[in-house]
């Protein structure tokens, strides 16, 4: 697994940006993916997560409504789609991949491999 993710920027607030996240050795089909993020000097914090079928996702609470995971398993890639960004939507955005599908959809411990993850600065 290779996981890279993509698509973060420097964005107004109330702006949109989609984030994407390519395995490009193509072996996450079967596979749980989330999205995490971690604000400087702040815990790594659950942010979404899709089941391998694409009809079962997860969201913050915070975050309902404004971000939407979805994926493609033709083209190995999860994205994130981020509307009415805040300042406080400031940080570094990771994928995951859960090789277990488990049941901790949101605990970062349960994901088996990262992306670098991608910087997403939201200006007031």
């Known amino acids: 697994v290779q996981l890279q993710a993509s698509g973060g920027g420097l964005v107004q607030t109330g702006g949109s940006l989609r984030l994407s996240c390519v395995d490009s050795e193509r072996t996450f089909g079967g596979y749980t993916l989330g999205w995490f993020r971690q604000a400087p000097g702040k815990e790594r914090e659950f942010v979404a997560a899709?089941?391998?079928?694409?009809?079962?996702?997860y969201s913050a609470d915070s975050l309902k409504g404004r971000f939407t995971i979805s994926r493609d398993n033709a083209k190995a890639k999860v994205y994130l789609q981020m509307n009415s960004l805040k300042p406080e939507d400031t940080a570094v955005y990771y994928c995951?991949?859960?090789?277990?599908?488990?049941?901790?959809?949101?605990?970062?411990?349960?994901?088996?491999?990262w992306g670098r993850g991608t910087q997403v600065t939201v200006s007031s």
């Open positions: 899709i089941r391998w079928t694409g009809n079962i996702t």
């Open positions: 995951a991949i859960d090789l277990h599908n488990s049941a901790g959809y949101y605990r970062s411990y349960e994901y088996d491999y």
